[in-house]
């Protein structure tokens, strides 16, 4: 059974840093990876996906990395903002039956 | 990427009670999942919709308290029935085109149960 961990749980950071959060996988044989935000009670805004044959993906200040064979993906945020504020879901597409399994998130805050 | 209307955003209701959330996507796509996060929880699926039959549920959820349908292609409710105040969590419906484009969220259902 796919289980998805995001380290660290919660982040707090001055207006302007450039950040990093992780997310680890347990079953390589994934299909995709994607990564989500959510607002305080709003739904999943998607961010970015990355297929199993890609190492990376980018969308403005956003990057993020896989590697596959040691389960693992990393989110990059550059020159954070209080907008950026929100909790992030990592989310791997399993081969078998196209559900997604989710990490339990990074509650980051950006303080101006 | 498909764009989902949800809706109700929020509902409190009473014990006992059922309450029915709908989803309609802007295009037809081939899957449609429901989630269900609890406070200060990820995600956790409930079960895949499936177009013209009966949904696959995950352990833990069965069909007689999460009925759910899927007459077409672009549309599903969820029904949370007989709710307790354990069933407070928001509720979740998702979309899959194609695996090129990813995955696709309502904008989730609020529910507080009294």
């Known amino acids: 059974k796919q289980e998805v961990t995001q380290i660290p749980a919660a982040l707090s950071v001055p207006e302007g840093e450039n950040l990093v959060l992780n997310c680890s996988f347990t079953?390589?044989?994934?299909?995709?990876l994607q990564w989500f935000r959510q607002d305080p009670g709003k739904g999943l805004t998607s961010l970015l996906l990355i297929q199993s044959s890609q190492r990376e993906q980018t969308s403005g200040r956003l990057n993020a990395s896989l590697d596959k064979s040691s389960g693992r993906s990393t989110l990059y945020i550059a020159a954070s903002q209080p907008g950026d504020s929100a909790t992030y879901l990592c989310?791997?597409?399993?081969?078998?039956?196209?559900?997604?399994?989710f990490g339990g998130g990074t509650r980051l805050m950006v303080k101006p | 990427s498909a764009v989902i209307s949800q809706k109700p955003s929020r509902d409190i209701c009473q014990r006992g009670t059922s309450l029915t959330i709908q989803c309609q996507v802007d295009s037809q796509v081939t899957m449609m999942f429901w989630y269900r996060q609890q406070p200060g929880q990820s995600l956790t699926l409930i079960a895949t919709a499936n177009q013209g039959s009966e949904a696959t549920y995950e352990s833990g959820f069965v069909i007689d308290k999460f009925p759910i349908s899927r007459p077409n292609l672009t549309f599903s409710t969820l029904t949370v029935s007989n709710m307790s105040p354990e069933d407070s969590s928001i509720y979740l419906c998702s979309a899959l085109r194609d695996t090129r484009r990813g995955y696709t969220f309502g904008s989730g259902t609020r529910l507080t149960v009294v």
């Open positions: 079953d390589s044989a994934i299909y995709n």
């Open positions: 989310a791997v597409n399993n081969n078998a039956g196209n559900m997604l399994t």
